[in-house]
Nanobody, 124 residues
Framework: QVQLVESGGGLVQAGGSLRLSCAASGLTFNNYAMAWFRQAPGKEREFVSAITFRGGTIRVAETVKGRFTISRDNAKNTVALQMNSLKPEDTALYYC?????????????????WGQGTQVTVSS
């Protein structure tokens, strides 16, 4: 059974930083592209960032470019999202996602596996 377990969310002031982590099990991790999505209250889930099997290709949403950095550790089956210069509009439930290709983790409808999410709240 595939499991993606996110951690690291919390409450932070605007301008602060958080590091999210996602631990994967039940799949051959280095065969999957990984991504982060987020969903704010009353809004649709949206793409944040993605990384290919070995980390050679990274995609980043324009709204977080220059502030968020995705990385992965295939030895530990983890993917991380370093979030700097946080803004109140970054407040959302952040989800880890896995897909069999980078294309599959760019859109909500094509992701193979989802985590349960971790809440990030940025106060002004």
């Amino acid at each position: 059974q595939v499991q993606l377990v996110e951690s690291g969310g919390g409450l932070v002031q605007a301008g602060g930083s958080l590091r999210l982590s996602c631990a994967a099990s039940g799949l051959t991790f280095n065969n999957y592209a990984m991504a982060w999505f987020r969903q704010a209250p009353g809004k649709e889930r949206e793409f944040v960032s993605a990384i290919t099997f070995r980390g050679g290709t990274i995609r980043v949403a324009e709204t977080v470019k220059g502030r968020f950095t995705i990385s992965r550790d295939n030895a530990k089956n983890t993917v991380a999202l370093q979030m700097n210069s946080l803004k109140p509009e970054d407040t959302a439930l952040y989800y880890c996602a896995a897909g069999t290709s980078i294309v599959k983790v760019l859109s909500v409808g094509t992701v193979n596996y989802w985590g349960q999410g971790t809440q990030v709240t940025v106060s002004s």
